[in-house]
């Protein structure tokens, strides 16, 4: 993004056509892998199941390239641009193109990126709590922003031909600096954290002291198998009504034991409460 956010604005600066084309062409190296970085990001945090998705990069990159290689060799067949002129009736000079059939190909193909993208983050939104659900709200409401950007590109509602994606790309930048600094998006530790978290045998349930749920691990299902798979802001009672029992006697620091029956055997499974502090 920063290629291209960064020739577009010697494109803007241009007062000729020769050299708007020029940087234009410059611009695709970075804007055509945009959509395929979009990809890659979701697929990466999106936790569980992730490798069943994994041949969904090299597809989007390879489709990023067939995209940069229709645009580099339009002046032989134009079907990206059929046409480009010069239009003065802004207060600036801008490039007017006339788009082609691999032009609606490319937006398509970004729409498409930028919806799949979204769904994996409301996905994680919806079947994680704590720190990881508050990552995924912020990095989902940053795409939205660029598909609705992307829709008002297509259909030309912003005046003179000009492009709002160096605008739209600038904020997203601003609120996945504000995720990382204050999120710790790229935090390996708290991946790894959220890892290890994930793959622990035992159940592990992360409660408010009103008993609400704002996270959780898969094991918990294997304990209650009943139970809803969307946790985050359900009461403990919703899991089990015995584990609720259990829990509203015990202590932080104690421990408590709770009976699980099943059609043709009796568990019994120790209950810790511990305190988490920070």
Same mark, same amino acid.
């Given at each position: ?11 803007? $600066?241009?007062?000729?056509? &020769?050299?708007?084309?020029?940087? @234009? ?5 970075? !804007?055509?892998? #945009? +959509? ?100 995924? $709200?912020?990095?989902?409401? &940053?795409?939205?922003?660029?598909? @609705? ?5 297509? !259909?030309?509602? #912003? +005046? ?119």
């Amino acid at each position: 993004s920063s290629v291209y956010m960064g020739f577009y604005g010697f494109e803007l $600066l241009s007062a000729d056509l &020769a050299h708007m084309y020029l940087f @234009l062409r410059l611009e695709y190296i970075g !804007v055509s892998f #945009i +959509p395929a970085c979009f990809v890659w990001l979701a697929i990466a945090f999106r936790g569980q199941g992730h490798r069943r998705l994994a041949f969904l990069v090299p597809v989007a990159f390879g489709l990023s390239s067939l995209n940069l290689i229709a645009f580099l060799t339009n002046d032989f067949h134009r079907l990206f641009y059929s046409a480009l002129t010069l239009d003065t009736s802004g207060p600036f000079p801008v490039a007017s193109a006339v788009h082609g059939p691999w032009y609606a190909f490319n937006t398509a193909y970004y729409v498409c990126c930028m919806v799949f993208a979204i769904a994996v983050y409301l996905g994680r939104i919806r079947s994680t709590g704590g720190l990881d659900r508050s990552r995924m $709200l912020l990095v989902a409401g &940053a795409f939205s922003i660029a598909l @609705l950007g992307e829709i008002a590109g297509a !259909v030309k509602i #912003i +005046p003179w031909d000009l492009d709002v994606m160096p605008v739209i790309l600038f904020l997203i930048n601003s609120i996945m600096l504000y995720a990382v600094l204050k999120k710790d998006f790229f935090d390996i530790s708290a991946l790894a954290r959220k890892l290890v978290f994930d793959a622990m045998d035992e159940g592990v349930l992360v409660i408010l002291p009103n008993r609400e749920i704002v996270d959780w691990n898969p094991a918990v299902f294997k304990y209650f198998p009943n139970a809803e798979r969307k946790l985050y802001g359900k009461k403990i009672g919703s899991v089990s009504s015995d584990l609720l029992a259990v829990c509203d006697t015990l202590q932080c620091g104690s421990k408590g034991e709770l009976v699980l029956h099943a059609e043709e055997s009796t568990q019994y499974v120790s209950v810790d409460m511990i305190r988490v502090s920070g």
